[in-house]
């Protein structure tokens, strides 16, 4: 979804790219390969100051991802995942770290509710092996009509005043192309 994981994996060499612009012309790139059925594995780079006339364009480290689909669901069961992203976002210069964390390691279910095309997908995840924290997450989308897809999601929770409440809005131009338009960190 927006910053949360689903349980939802690339077909066996299947493929995709995700690019992200966000604020002072940074570009978050993804890509996504199906290596086996059920497994994904992708990498990412962040480069900030690439779009606009600043000549201090920056390149961040890259950054590997992968997940494991264990499980296909059933009608009561959830699908579930596991699975490593070690991307963050909002890189600080000053203090040479992520403001906001990569997620780590994972474990993520995708179950509908009672109304077609409403999912929910929560996830725990630990980033830091050094603090122990575990975090969660609960995202929720609405797809309407295979064209339209709602999205908020409650992230980062483990401590209330750090946890981050988003919301988007996908449309689905075609079938494998998508323009997604999201607000993160409402309220703060």
């Known amino acids: ?69 264990f499980f296909d669901g059933d009608g009561w069961i959830p699908s579930a995942a596991v699975g490593f992203d070690g991307q963050g976002r909002l890189y600080d210069t000053a203090a040479k770290r992520y403001n906001h964390r990569h997620r780590g390691f994972f474990l993520v279910a995708t179950q509908e509710l009672f109304v077609p095309g409403l999912q929910a997908h929560p996830s725990i995840n630990i ?18 009509r295979d064209r339209v897809v709602l999205m908020a999601e409650w992230d980062n929770i483990s401590d209330f005043s750090h946890s981050r409440i988003n919301s988007g809005l996908r449309v689905y131009v075609t079938p494998g192309f998508h323009i997604d338009l999201g607000i993160r960190g409402i309220g703060q």
């Open 1 to 69: 979804l927006l910053d949360t994981p689903t349980s939802a994996v690339l077909d066996y060499q299947g493929y995709a790219t995700t690019t992200r612009f966000f604020s002072a012309g940074g570009v978050l790139q993804h890509f996504s390969f199906g290596v086996f059925s059920r497994l994904n594995i992708g990498a990412s780079l962040n480069v900030d100051r690439l779009i606009g006339t600043d000549s201090a364009t920056r390149l961040r480290a890259p950054n590997v991802q992968a997940k494991y689909r």
């Open 127 to 144: 980033s830091d092996f050094d603090s122990n924290s575990i975090y969660g997450a609960i995202p929720v989308s609405l797809t309407i």
